[in-house]
């Protein structure tokens, strides 16, 4: 059974950047699924932030692919979320997902990690 685990701090200075890790088990990262994150502020809904390919290709929401970067480690099977000058606006759950689709979301859909909470604030 896969599971996704998702780490990184929990607290993060504005204009600093916010880097979450996600750990893969039961599965490999290069298998062909959108390795995907996603986050949920506060009172909001879900937000699509990325997506990488088995093959190593990334997408990303329009509203953050200036400041969001996906990228991955085989040998330790994980993918990382890494968001540049990270502001208040930011403070979500994080959560990182096997899904089938790119783009959108659906909590139905997918595996889910139990998400982490990232506060951005000094």
């Known amino acids: 059974q896969v599971q996704l685990q998702e780490s990184g701090p929990g607290l993060v200075n504005p204009s600093q950047t916010l880097s979450l890790t996600c750990a893969v088990f039961?599965?490999?990262?290069?298998?062909?699924?959108?390795w995907t994150w996603v986050r949920q502020p506060p009172g909001k809904g879900l937000e699509w932030i990325g997506s990488?390919?088995?093959?190593?290709?990334?997408y990303y929401n329009p509203s953050l692919e200036s400041r969001a970067s996906i990228f991955r480690d085989t040998s330790k099977n994980q993918f990382t979320l890494q968001l540049a000058s990270a502001i208040p606006e930011d403070t979500a759950v994080y959560y990182c997902?096997?899904?089938?689709?790119?783009?959108?979301?659906?909590?139905?859909?997918?595996?889910w990690g139990q998400g982490t909470q990232v506060t951005v604030s000094s």
């Open positions: 997902v096997r899904d089938v689709l790119v783009g959108g979301v659906d909590r139905t859909r997918g595996t």
């Open positions: 990488m390919t088995h093959s190593g290709s990334s």
């Open positions: 039961g599965d490999s990262i290069l298998t062909n699924y959108y």
